[in-house]
C-alpha cells in the first residue's frame, strides 16, 4: 500500500524527460520488474507520458524491425537515482492508469487505518456487544482474509440477528469466505433460537410450524 506522506512528497519534485523536456509523471509501479521478476526498489516511478516524445515515438518502428512485435519505449526514472532509463511499454496507455492521485491514497490509507483498528476491538467485542467492527471488516473485500474469517466466527457469538440482511446481500468472492460466511449463519440463528423460511427467506422461530410472513407450511 502507498505511504500518503512519502507520495505527497514525490509528487512535489519536479523531473524531466531529457528527450522532450517534459515534466515526468509520478506512477505507482508495476507490482513486478519486467525485467528480473525481482521488483523496482520503489513504489513509485517517475515517467515520461509524452506520446509526442522523441524515444516514445521513434521506438516503435525500431522494435518492430528487430523483434518483430508492437512494442515502445518510455523515459523512466527511479526516485533517488540521479539518471533514468528507457522501459519497453506494450502501448500508450501503459501507466496512463496509474498516475498518482494524493485523495485516492488517502483514502486508501485512511481505509487500511479504520481496518487496524476495527481489528483491535476484536478480543472485546463479544463482551461488550459491539457488532460494529465484526461486521466493518467481514464486508470489506479490501480487507485481510485471515482478519474477515476471524469475523466471520466471532459473529455467531454475540447472538445479534441485525447483522444477517447485509451478511446475505453481500456478494463475498473469496469461495473459502463464503464458505465460512454459510456455516456462521445457521451458527447464528441456532443460538438464537430462529430460523430461515425456505420459501420467503424471512427469520422465524426455530420451533414454527407456519411461517409468519407467508404462511407457508413448514411441516
Not at 467481514?138 to 474469517?149: E, H, I, T, V
Not at 473459502?176 to 451458527?187: F, G, H, K, R, S
Amino acid at each position: 500500500m502507498l505511504d500518503y506522506d512519502a507520495c505527497r512528497k514525490y509528487i512535489q519534485e519536479e523531473h524531466y524527460c531529457p528527450h522532450c523536456n517534459t515534466r515526468l509523471s509520478c506512477c505507482e509501479t508495476p507490482p513486478f520488474h519486467v525485467g528480473d521478476g525481482l521488483g523496482w526498489g520503489s513504489d513509485v516511478l517517475f515517467i515520461c507520458l509524452n506520446d509526442e516524445c522523441s524515444l516514445f515515438a521513434n521506438s516503435w518502428a525500431r522494435f518492430e524491425e528487430q523483434y518483430g512485435h508492437s512494442s515502445a519505449c518510455r523515459y523512466m526514472l527511479v526516485p533517488g537515482e540521479p539518471k533514468g532509463s528507457a522501459m519497453m511499454v506494450q502501448g500508450k496507455a501503459a501507466f496512463t492508469g496509474s498516475i498518482i492521485d494524493l485523495d485516492v491514497v488517502k483514502a486508501q490509507n485512511q481505509r487500511h487505518a479504520d481496518e487496524l483498528d476495527y481489528v483491535a476491538q476484536f478480543d472485546t467485542c463479544v463482551a461488550e456487544k459491539n457488532l460494529e467492527p465484526l461486521l466493518k471488516v467481514l464486508l470489506d473485500d479490501k480487507a485481510d482474509p485471515k482478519s474477515r474469517k476471524r469475523a466471520c466466527d466471532l459473529i455467531p457469538k454475540l447472538k445479534d440477528l441485525s447483522c444477517l440482511d447485509a451478511i446475505n446481500n453481500h456478494k463475498f468472492t473469496n469461495k473459502e469466505l463464503q464458505y465460512c460466511v454459510n456455516i456462521a449463519i445457521p451458527q447464528l440463528l441456532k443460538a438464537c433460537f430462529k430460523k430461515e423460511c425456505p420459501y420467503c427467506k424471512e427469520v422465524i422461530k426455530a420451533q414454527a410450524k407456519v411461517c409468519m410472513h407467508c404462511n407457508k407450511d413448514l411441516d
